[in-house]
């Protein structure tokens, strides 16, 4: 998983969620509790993220793991419900500086973006 501008707050376990934006073929599944998404190269259902499964944390896409997560929980949210406490959860200092980070990655904010809230732990 792709933490850009926060693996370091994961390995120093600062950062205990993220968010993720929810795609259009997006579905959250339970037993196990999981998000599935469309993939149009295999013509099938993908596992995107899994509660109690294991994900590397990568700085950018082709970067080597520098730290392994078990994800311990997703929920479906909106980007624009977040709190100061939400923000710190993600490793920030204030929704503010969170904003400014989402930003830089998704080049926009929208306050009703639908997001998966992954909760996970650093193993």
Known sequence: MV????????????????RRWVKQNDELKEDPRR?????NKKKEQIVK????????????PTADAVGYIIIN??????IGDMTDLDAYHEGFDSLAAFKENWI???????????VWVIHFELI
């Open 49 to 60: 993220y899994q509660v109690d499964k294991t994900y590397s944390v990568r700085p950018h």
């Open 104 to 114: 830089n990655v998704y080049s926009e904010w929208d306050p009703q973006q639908a």
């Open 35 to 39: 998000v599935l998404r469309y993939s």
């Open 73 to 78: 929980d997703i929920q479906r949210g909106i």
């Open 3 to 18: 933490f850009k501008g926060t693996w370091r707050a994961v390995l120093a376990e600062r950062q205990t969620t993220t």
